[in-house]
């Protein structure tokens, strides 16, 4: 199975300010990855698709690099809603597998 | 609008068994591949199991690997799970989420329900 690691698993930062999640995944999935908001008591929220493609409606503020085994998701300008649990995912060979998830708490 | 309406959580004992339905509509339900996906009280998010657009791959999560069951009827555009032998671990809240587009990802995510198994 592909494990994919989270960095870090706690954020805490300010509004406006600019932060950026790492996933690495245990092997090369290419491009196979996808980024996830989730708020309290909420379904998860499509981000980002094929790693940088962001999903219709969504901020751009959001960005999303990488191929490989490393990624990035990048929140340019931190807004009040964007206090969050942001998970990864990979697609590239089942069972799919998240990110145990990121934390992002206003400072 | 697309829209996912989970169903059939509960409370049940371990060993016993349960089935979730996945309402589906604003969309060609026919046409896509669909997903279960559970979260634990409290924790990450976890894949259960996947069926193809016409019902005939499916792929499941060891953890529940020959107990659960994924299923789909698309003349009445509802996913189902059929879950054996619960263990509290299966506690969570239960999702579906459809397949976005050829990338694989899931959009949208039903609300969920929730399954709790204890004595």
């Known amino acids: 199975d592909i494990q994919l690691t989270q960095s870090p698993s706690f954020l805490s930062a300010s509004l406006g300010h600019r932060v950026t999640i790492t996933c690495r995944a245990s092997q090369g999935i290419s491009s196979d990855l996808a980024w996830y908001q989730q708020k309290p008591g909420k379904a998860p929220k499509l981000l980002i698709y094929?790693?940088?493609t962001l999903q219709s409606g969504v901020p751009p503020r959001f960005s999303g690099s990488g191929s490989g085994t490393e990624f990035t998701l990048t929140v340019s300008s931190l807004q009040p809603e964007d206090f969050a649990t942001y998970y990864c995912q990979q697609l590239n060979s089942y069972p799919i597998t998240f990110g145990q998830g990121t934390r992002l708490e206003i400072k | 609008q697309v829209q996912l309406v989970e169903s059939g959580g509960g409370v049940v004992q371990p060993g016993r068994s349960l089935g979730l339905s996945c309402a589906a509509s604003g969309f060609s339900f026919s046409d896509y591949s669909m997903h279960w996906v559970r979260q634990a009280p409290d924790k990450g998010l976890e894949w259960v199991a996947v069926i193809s657009y016409d019902g005939v791959k499916k792929y499941y999560a060891d953890s529940v690997e020959g107990r659960f069951t994924i299923s789909r009827d698309n003349s009445k555009n509802t996913l189902y799970l059929q879950m054996n032998s619960l263990r509290s671990e299966d506690t969570a809240l239960y999702y579906c989420?459809?397949?976005?587009?050829?990338?694989?990802?899931?959009?949208?995510w039903g609300q969920g329900t929730l399954v709790t198994v204890s004595s």
């Open positions: 989420a459809k397949v976005r587009g050829g990338d694989g990802s899931f959009d949208p």
């Open positions: 094929a790693a940088s």
